[in-house]
């Protein structure tokens, strides 16, 4: 055969076998199972009111809003629980068209108003979060883009700088590109009724809320703005026609990192901010005599120092604020003034994956007619994570 005809015959027997091929196939997901196991155990004084039952969120961890304002202090109440615990189910694989996508389902015991200390202390499990990233997008429940976690300071307490922070968790699409990310989330609106009364949970919501969010480093700083514009919306006298009003705010967050030190702050303001501020210590908006929707302004401020005193002691100390300008005249004078809570924590950690914890914290409520409520809490922890 000569180099010809050779070269020909190659050339054939590739082709024949690039039709032949099998198609390229995903990859074998790759899955990780972690998380930790939390005791809680803490004694709570409310000096101006009644202790509310155990089965009530407010004694699973500090609520803002739940502390009681212009009673009677009642005795100190002793909670222990491990509501916390919490499992991450996490999974990668490599797509057949040569791309990697992640996802990640995370479970704990918080909030759910199901169970009771009485015998088996059983509570349900909750989703916390349940995404997928593919590329530069994130699809599914995840904490709000709005949000910077980053400046959470250290906590026995679930959150610990919770009156004047940015929280939220939510169903949401998200695009990010190096320090920029956009994303539209769940709307959801939060309203006080004409002359105060009890928070009304809208489901009219048509618009989603909108965020987007830098965050950049220089050195041992590192920062964050980001920014939401929302729609507030209620069918206020159930005509089938929504009453709305436009919300807005804007939050900075910083870190300074000083050796194995470092603080942390952030500052969010805003107009009809609602729910998103505070674990939802004011609403969004509130009804007028008109019948129509008036975004409520509100503020927030957090501020922490972290100091390592040796390889296995370190503390926290935590100053977070919270406070609306309400238009008592359509509010009434029983809503939220401010919030405020100053908390100080030692955790010691034998190993990398143990930790146990001990904080004193003072947690204070103001309401605009001006009586106020403290709520003093020594909480201990221990947590393994695997």
Excluded at 213 to 226: D, E, V
Excluded at 286 to 310: C, F, K, M, P, Q
């Amino acid at each position: 055969m000569s180099p010809k005809q050779l070269t020909k015959t190659l050339l054939a027997s590739a082709v024949l076998a690039g039709l032949h091929a099998t198609p390229a196939q995903a990859a074998d997901p790759e899955w990780d199972f972690s998380g930790y196991i939390k005791l809680d155990a803490f004694m709570s004084d409310y000096q101006d009111g009644t202790a509310p039952s155990s089965g009530y969120i407010g004694r699973q961890f500090y609520i803002p809003s739940t502390t009681p304002v212009g009673g009677t202090g009642d005795d100190v109440v002793t909670d222990f629980h491990a509501r916390q615990s919490r499992f991450f189910f996490d999974v990668r694989q490599d797509l057949d068209n040569g791309e990697t996508i992640k996802a990640r389902i995370e479970l704990d015991f918080m909030t759910v108003p199901v169970g009771d200390e009485r015998i088996t202390n059983s509570y349900a499990p909750r989703l916390r979060q349940a995404y997928f990233t593919y590329g530069n997008w994130l699809v599914g429940q995840a904490w709000s883009n709005f949000q910077n976690l980053s400046i959470l300071p250290e906590s026995v307490d679930f959150i610990g700088a919770t009156d004047g922070i940015i929280f939220a968790r939510q169903p949401q699409v998200r695009y990010s590109q190096g320090g920029f990310s956009v994303s539209v989330e769940n709307p959801e609106t939060t309203i006080t009724p004409f002359g105060g009364g009890a928070r009304i949970t809208s489901s009219d919501g048509v618009v989603p809320d909108v965020t987007a969010k830098y965050t950049g480093k220089s050195g041992n700083f590192s920062y964050s703005l980001a920014g939401i514009v929302r729609q507030l919306a209620f069918d206020v006298d159930s005509d089938g026609n929504d009453e709305t009003a436009t919300g807005y705010g804007v939050s900075l967050g910083a870190k300074w990192q000083l050796g194995e030190h470092d603080i942390r702050a952030s500052y969010q303001t805003g107009s009809g901010l609602g729910r998103y501020l505070g674990l939802n210590t004011y609403n969004g908006a509130v009804i007028d005599a008109n019948g129509e929707l008036e975004a409520i302004d509100a503020s927030g401020l957090t501020l922490a120092y972290r100091h390592v005193w040796s390889s296995k002691f370190r503390s926290n100390f935590v100053y977070s604020r919270g406070w609306a300008d309400n238009d008592v005249a359509l509010t009434g004078n029983a809503v939220t003034e401010f919030t405020q809570r100053l908390g100080a924590n030692l955790m010691y950690s034998p190993a990398s994956n143990l930790t146990f914890g001990a904080e004193l914290s003072r947690a204070t409520r103001e309401n605009e007619a001006g009586l106020d409520g403290d709520l003093t809490r020594l909480h201990f922890m221990a947590m393994y994570t695997f």
